[in-house]
């Protein structure tokens, strides 16, 4: 059974970074990052296909987030940079198999495999 590991999470002022890296397994072409807040949903935060390094983003995180992969480590990574008390949430990563036409959907039902999540904290 394949187990993604987070690391990286922590408690920051508004404005600050973080930077959560996960370890995954190379069989799976798409990677990403979800988050859910105390009484909300998942949600998508940002997806990357390994293979092309196509990369997609929530809309609230757009200019301040940013996913890359380390192939040579096997990992990928979430700056989170301008950080917002919305911001705040458990953040999980995520593998999947599923493509479409390179591009990874942001959509959890099409990642299998999860971590166990690290808690992002963003508070005066």
């Known amino acids: 059974q394949v187990q993604l590991v987070e690391s990286g999470g922590g408690s920051v002022q508004p404005g600050g970074s973080l930077r959560l890296t996960c370890a995954a397994d190379?069989?799976?072409?798409?990677m990403g990052w979800f988050r859910q807040a105390p009484g909300k949903a998942r949600e998508g935060v940002a997806i990357?296909?390994?293979?092309?390094?196509?990369?997609s983003y929530a809309d609230s995180v757009k200019g301040r987030f940013n996913i890359s992969q380390d192939k040579r480590e096997q990992t990928v990574d979430l700056q989170m940079n301008s950080l917002k008390p919305e911001d705040a949430a458990m953040y999980y990563c995520?593998?999947?198999?599923?493509?479409?036409?390179?591009?990874?959907?942001?959509?959890?039902?099409?990642?299998?495999?999860w971590g166990r999540g690290t808690q992002v904290a963003v508070s005066p």
């Open positions: 990357i296909a390994r293979g092309f390094g196509y990369t």
């Open positions: 995520a593998a999947g198999l599923r493509t479409y036409g390179g591009r990874c959907p942001m959509s959890e039902d099409d990642f299998t495999i």
């Open positions: 190379k069989n799976y072409p798409c």
